[in-house]
């Protein structure tokens, strides 16, 4: 009986990490696929944003940030999600570090503006 427990543990453990919004095995398959690599992780999590999923955007970056944790583009989504779902100390966490990387200032800008958080060396 025990051994028949462990694999649903691990199955839910596992299906937790993925994006919210699955609404098919089809649909699921897509989203692990996308997020398998970087790039198409952030076009995912861009078109979630799109869509308003923000939660599934979330978990979505979350699996990119584990791929390639030093990544800026998906740092900078991340935070600006936290602040989005009103998490804002979260996000000020995020955004700190950001600050010295080379972002393209119109990113910058997009990803910040529901934060209203000033580009390095932009007044105040």
């Known amino acids: 009986m025990r051994n028949r427990a462990l694999p649903l ?31 198409s992780g952030l076009g995912l999590v861009r078109q979630q944003m799109r869509d308003g999923d923000l939660s599934g955007a979330l978990a979505t970056v979350e699996r990119v940030i584990i791929l390639d944790p030093l990544n800026a583009e998906a740092r900078l989504l991340h935070a600006s999600l936290l602040c989005r779902l009103d998490d ?13 990387h080379d972002l393209p200032e119109a990113m910058w800008r997009e990803e910040t503006a529901p934060c209203e958080e000033p580009r390095p060396g932009a007044g105040r």
């Open 88 to 100: 804002r100390p979260g996000s000020r966490t995020e955004f700190d570090p950001l600050r010295g």
């Open 9 to 39: 543990l691990v199955l839910a453990l596992g299906l937790t990490a993925l994006p919210a919004r699955a609404d098919t095995s089809a649909q699921l398959d897509q989203q692990l696929r996308a997020t398998a690599r970087v790039p």
